[in-house]
């Protein structure tokens, strides 16, 4: 059974960074689409960004493009969101999702396999 594991959100000023880490188990696919969504009270679930780990291509949400870095470390099974110039609307729970054996060709919520149990993120002006 694939695990999801988030791990490192917290409260941060504006402008602030964090970094969130998602670590794999259970699983032996080689490549994978790897996607960090977000979902406040009341809203809809929102892609922020995916990394396809057979070639390590990015893709990113407007709002978070030039802010947020997406990264595949294989060897640890780690994916990672860094997270720099933080907004208040930012603000949310981020969700770690994996799609095995796929590139990234959609960033829909539907088309993710596997969900973490997400990580709190707080932005405060």
């Known amino acids: 059974q694939v695990q999801l594991v988030e791990s490192g959100g917290g409260s941060v000023q504006a402008g602030g960074s964090l970094r969130l880490s998602c670590a794999a188990s259970?699983?032996?696919?080689?490549?994978?689409?790897m996607g960090w969504f977000r979902q406040v009270p009341g809203k809809e679930r929102e892609a922020v960004a995916a990394?396809?780990?057979?070639?390590?291509?990015?893709q990113y949400a407007d709002s978070v493009k030039g802010r947020f870095t997406i990264a595949q470390d294989n060897a640890q099974r780690t994916t990672i969101l860094q997270m720099n110039s933080l907004k208040p609307e930012d603000t949310a729970t981020y969700y770690c999702?994996?799609?095995?054996?796929?590139?990234?060709?959609?960033?829909?919520?539907?088309?993710?396999?596997?969900w973490g149990q997400g990580t709190q993120v707080t932005v405060s002006s």
């Open positions: 999702a994996a799609r095995p054996n796929w590139e990234c060709v959609q960033l829909r919520e539907s088309f993710f396999t596997y």
């Open positions: 259970g699983y032996t696919y080689s490549y994978k689409c």
């Open positions: 990394i396809y780990t057979g070639d390590d291509s990015v």
